[in-house]
């Protein structure tokens, strides 16, 4: 079974600073994807990779396959960031995923 | 507009009874899942169906049961036998015939047993 670790757990930064969120993986998988969840519980998917990178507006994912590790990076951050990301893997296509614990942002103006 | 909907947004219950969550799709997606979140934990998969009238058990499934009637219908019953139904639920369903299992989740159900 695939164990998931992000870091930080909790993290907290001022508007307009770059964030960077860290997930490694322990056995090789197919997808990696990166999750939002808001205070209300719901959660939206930001990106789904399997190899090199991903940019969306502010945001970017990077992933290396051999190092089984990937990055969430948040630019010129703003308070309406401020949410819980989560990193999950599917090992194989059409697999089911595992879930990281999470990690809490907290975007202060 | 397409999505997931769960109902109800917040669930309270006596302990010892059984309650059945609601979760429901227009995306047409084949697959359908039902996690169960904790405070400090991962989403921890309960159940999850690939199609309709077949389902498998994740890593969670005692004290849960599911059915899966209809493509669009995913319904999770929380039974007496869970020693501890207080949690957040989410649903999510996926397309099999897409790669790499991209899951879209519903709001979520607050369960509350008391």
């Known amino acids: 079974k695939n164990e998931v670790e992000q870091s930080p757990q909790n993290l907290t930064a001022q508007e307009g600073e770059f964030i960077t969120i860290n997930c490694s993986y322990s056995?090789?998988?197919?997808?990696l994807h990166w999750l939002q969840q808001h205070p209300g519980g719901g959660i939206v998917s930001l990106f789904m990779l399997s190899s090199g990178k991903k940019k969306h507006g502010r945001l970017i994912a990077t992933i290396n396959i051999q190092e089984k590790h990937s990055s969430l990076h948040i630019t010129a951050s703003h308070p309406r960031d401020s949410a819980v990301y989560i990193c999950?893997?599917?090992?194989?296509?059409?697999?089911?995923?595992?879930f990281g614990t999470g990690t809490r942002l907290a975007v202060r103006p | 507009d397409g999505g997931i909907t769960q109902s109800p947004k917040y669930l309270f219950r006596k302990e010892g009874q059984n309650v059945t969550l609601s979760c429901e799709q227009n995306l047409n997606h084949d697959a359908m899942y039902w996690y169960r979140q904790d405070p400090g934990q991962g989403l921890r998969l309960i159940y999850y169906?690939?199609?309709?009238?077949?389902?498998q058990k994740g890593d969670i499934a005692e004290g849960y049961s599911v059915s899966r009637e209809k493509k669009e219908s995913f319904p999770l019953t929380v039974t007496s036998a869970q020693k501890n139904p207080t949690a957040f639920y989410l649903c999510a369903s996926s397309s099999i015939a897409r790669s790499y299992n991209e899951q879209f989740f519903g709001p979520g159900t607050r369960l509350t047993v008391l």
């Open positions: 056995v090789g998988i197919s997808a």
């Open positions: 169906s690939q199609i309709v009238n077949d389902f």
């Open positions: 999950a893997v599917g090992e194989s296509s059409g697999d089911k995923l595992t």
